[in-house]
């Protein structure tokens, strides 16, 4: 079969490779569509410590079951599913609370196990009977249903910011998971919606999204223009959805007291400390939480969201490529072009 295998850091190569073939319990699909994802980009540029070279990356997965392992009873052949990557053990202390995002033991396709980027993709045993693999809804195409995943993690996101009714939300990244981030909070009850991002462009493409206030932060100061429009008391929840210190800090200065600030992007691992006034969160009483992964039933959520229509996959869809295509997809992803960029293989 055909395969994009990062062979190591920045060399990745179209190769044919052995279909797998599934083992006990495992399943194995013919993959429809696989979303590129930004630690995809991440991944290629700098690997991952879960990553063993070569890998086949690309966790955003939908496909065609075609195979099943023995002792595979709930699937079936020809069954449209889209599976969730990360895998909980079931087992562990936080599992058992029922906190599956972190589990001790979590492994992840497409870093611990071969991805997406390829024609045919095995599901392992864990993932299977873990409830990692969902049908996908009828009228959803392969497409819409690989962005479940990104989906997932702003549903696992705005469960911790405990976004509700009434709320002001503001969101600082206008990518596709910040404008995820836009349409989830008023499907959950937001009043005002406030969107923030540093290039023009990407701020206009992302007026989709149905936001009350857009705020460019490349030309306007980020905390004095959100104190304005909340009367001087800042969101009720932020969500920064960027990898961005300069966010983080200026995020510290526009929560309400008692609200939530999710720091939901990462930053690079090499410079992770950033200033923090102490007294900010002293005299606010807010709270601070972080937010990097999803459990299966976040994908499950995510489907239904999207299938219901609450919110449209396809306008997140900016850009289709074949296999083949695969550089000038993560290329156009990189540059921030569009919003989800699809591989077909
Ligand atoms: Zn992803
Ligand atoms: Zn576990």
Known sequence: MQAAVLEEKEKLELKDIPKPIPEEGEILIEVKSCAICGTDIKVFHHGHKHIHFPRVTGHEVSGII???????????????????PAIPCGKCYYCRRGIEAMCENLTAIG???????????????????????????ENLSFQEASLAEPLACVINGQELSKTGLGDTVAIIGAGPIGCFHAELARIKGAKKVILVEISSARLEKAKFTGSDVYINSGKENLPQRVLEETKGRGADKVIVAVGSKKAQEDSLKI?????????????????????FDSNLLHYGEFYVVGTH???????????????AGKIDAKAYITEKFCLSE????????????????????
């Open 66 to 84: 075609v195979a099943l392992g023995k002792n595979v009873e709930e699937y079936q052949k020809g069954e449209r599913v889209a599976v969730a």
């Open 111 to 137: 870093y611990h196990y071969d991805g997406g980027f390829a024609q045919f993709m095995k599901v392992p045993r864990l993932a299977v009977s873990n409830g990692c693999v969902n049908p996908i809804p």
């Open 255 to 275: 929560v309400a007291k008692c609200g939530i600030l999710n720091f939901f992007g990462g930053l690079p691992k090499e410079d992770t400390i950033i200033n």
């Open 293 to 307: 992964g999803s459990a299966p039933r976040h994908n499950q959520l995510a489907l239904d969201i999207l299938a």
């Open 326 to 345: 695969i550089k000038k997809g993560l290329k156009m992803a990189e540059d921030k072009k569009g919003l989800k960029i699809i591989i077909q293989p």
